[in-house]
C-alpha cells in the first residue's frame, strides 16, 4: 500500500523560506515520478512541480526560479524548497505520484498521479 506523507508546513512571511517534506512507504522514489500540488481556498488544485525518475524537474511558471523539486533516494523522501514565497503561495500543498512514469507533461495535471498525500497548510503574510 502506497503512502506519502508530507510534513513542514507553517506560517511565514513575505520574501521568507520553506522546506517541505513528504515521506513515501510502498513507494520507490529512486524509479518513481512525483509531483507537488497545491490547492488555495476557493481556487482549483494545481500542479507546482514535478520530478521524473531520472532526476529531471517542470515547475509551474509562477514558481519557476522561486521553487525547487529534489528527492533523497537514501531516506526515500520528495521535498519542496521554496523560496521568496509571496502571500499567493498560501495554499494546502500535496504530494503526490504515479503509479508507472508517464512523462513529464502528466506531472503537473492532478488525473496524472495516482497516489496522494493528505497535505500540509502554508501560510504566506504580507
Known amino acids: 500500500q502506497v503512502q506519502l506523507a508530507e510534513s513542514g508546513g507553517g506560517s511565514v512571511q513575505a520574501g521568507g523560506s520553506l522546506r517541505l517534506s513528504c515521506a513515501a512507504s510502498g513507494y520507490t522514489i529512486s524509479s518513481g515520478c512525483l509531483s507537488w500540488f497545491r490547492q488555495a481556498p476557493g481556487k482549483e488544485r494545481e500542479g507546482v512541480a514535478g520530478?521524473?525518475?531520472?532526476?529531471?524537474?517542470t515547475y509551474a511558471d509562477s514558481v519557476q526560479g522561486r521553487f525547487t523539486i529534489s528527492k533523497d533516494t537514501a531516506k526515500n523522501s520528495l521535498y519542496l524548497h521554496m523560496n521568496s514565497l509571496k502571500p499567493e503561495d498560501t495554499a494546502m500543498y500535496y504530494c503526490a505520484a504515479q503509479g508507472y512514469c508517464s512523462g513529464r507533461y502528466l506531472l503537473l495535471v492532478d488525473y496524472g498521479m495516482d497516489y496522494w498525500g493528505k497535505g500540509t497548510l502554508v501560510t504566506i503574510s504580507s
Open positions: 520530478i521524473e525518475s531520472d532526476g529531471s524537474t
